[in-house]
């Protein structure tokens, strides 16, 4: 269960996420729950310049510090297991 603490701290972190890297939408995609800590991540979509589709970014946090970075492209050993294509 979220306490209304950790909801605050991930809407600000959202707002900031947005702003700082100028997203003009941005969604929660979700949690996964870990052991120590759990993961946060949403993704954000920029329309501006885009002809038909928009550029969508995935970012990660966690529980501890809901600081948000992007998350890191795929390493040759993923792309490998998982039906990725360029």
Known sequence: MVTIYYRIQLENALM???VSQKIEELHLWGKITGIAADYY???GYTYTGM????V?????AL???F????MPELNDQH???VNYAT
């Open 51 to 54: 002809y038909e589709f928009p």
């Open 56 to 60: 969508k970014k995935f970012f990660w």
């Open 67 to 70: 600081e948000f970075s992007e």
């Open 41 to 43: 991540i949403a993704v």
């Open 79 to 81: 792309k490998a297991a």
């Open 16 to 18: 900031k996420l947005q």
């Open 63 to 65: 529980s501890k510090d």
